[in-house]
């Protein structure tokens, strides 16, 4: 994304988000453009917190995107967080940041000070700092009044020719964070008492084919079979989903999130699905855990394969979310500042 900015903000910058065999490149001309893609890069629009882009090299390529919370307390610990900024960037080999703050000046203020002094003993240069509230960026690198005022620079994002451009590649991005977690919890109630005697009955199933299936072959015996109802599964779901209908039978959905743990038989749902696809959510929700949770000690038979459903518009389900860090996923944007 190339960022020519205002005369008071010097160069410019460009990611292309390495999602598929064609990369999509999207243009920033602008610091409101670098607020309107992050989430995008995220995959939800961020609120309370501080965002770092770490760039690397003579290109400036984006190496690695993370955020911290800015929680009332933020600016009491805003030297340690400024310690684990710089850190994670000098061990990722970043040599350059940019970093936008999201929320008030009270606590944004004080943790972008302190990181810009430690960015700059650490020899990271930090090439933009922002602060985005109330549909306004201030910035902290420039104090021009005709560039910057006081009273900031109002942004628009629905408008902007990068939002335009990462939903047309195919990029989404949740309203926010609380929506995702609201989407990834597990069920409650009765519903949940349902869901878990489903599991605990799939791994059951699952420990039965592995029985029956070791002495004709062992383990070996028991990952083919397991790979050829996984595969079939998945594919009569979508089937059923592309005609709309979607799966709702807790027995099923549960035997598919057990068939998931399957690598080979999670490729081949990531393979079919798409957005356009009803099976899209289901497959995608079993994979994480979202509805599959019935037992929090799962059998000692079950593949350990990771979790790591990343296409474009799921970057905020593509890794399980954390307290404090969350990094970016594992195929991360690039972005070049043209010396």
């Not at 929320?103 to 650490?122: I, N």
Request: charged share 25%.
């Amino acid at each position: 994304m190339p960022v020519r900015r205002c005369a008071a903000h010097g160069e410019g910058m460009v990611t292309e988000h390495a999602s598929g065999p064609v990369s999509p490149t999207f243009t920033l001309g602008e610091p409101a453009e670098i607020i309107a893609v992050i989430p995008y890069l995220l995959g939800y629009h961020p609120t309370d917190m501080l965002v770092v882009l770490g760039l690397h090299g003579p290109a400036a390529r984006v190496r690695i995107t993370f955020r911290c919370d800015l929680a009332a307390d933020a600016p009491e610990h805003a030297t340690e967080l400024a310690e684990q900024v710089t850190g994670t960037l000098s061990a990722e080999g970043c040599d350059a940041a940019l970093a936008v703050a999201y929320g008030p000046a009270a606590r944004a203020t004080p943790c972008v000070d302190a990181l810009r002094a430690r960015a700059g003993e650490a020899g990271v240069a930090l090439r933009e700092a922002l602060r985005f509230t109330d549909g306004r960026y201030w910035s902290y690198l420039c104090s021009a009044p005709a560039c910057c005022p006081a009273e900031g620079v109002p942004v628009d994002t629905s408008r902007s020719p990068v939002t335009a451009a990462a939903v047309l590649s195919g990029f989404t991005a949740w309203r926010d964070r609380d929506q995702v977690r609201r989407f990834l919890a597990p069920v409650e109630g009765a519903d949940r008492l349902r869901m878990r005697q489903a599991t605990e009955e799939a791994e059951r199933r699952g420990g039965q084919l592995r029985e029956k299936r070791a002495d004709a072959g062992g383990r070996d015996a028991f990952g083919t079979a397991f790979r050829i109802e996984g595969v079939r599964t998945v594919r009569e779901t979508i089937t059923a989903a592309l005609r709309g209908e979607l799966p709702d039978d807790p027995d099923r959905i549960a035997w598919l999130g057990v068939l998931l743990t399957s690598v080979r038989v999670r490729d081949e749902a990531w393979a079919r699905i798409s957005s356009d696809t009803g099976a899209t959510r289901s497959v995608r929700t079993c994979a994480c855990g979202g509805s599959s949770c019935g037992t929090s000690n799962p059998p000692t038979w079950r593949p350990r394969a990771p979790c790591s459903p990343w296409r474009p518009g799921a970057a905020a389900t593509a890794h399980s979310p954390k307290p404090h860090w969350t990094r970016s996923p594992r195929r991360p944007p690039t972005t070049r500042w043209p010396g």
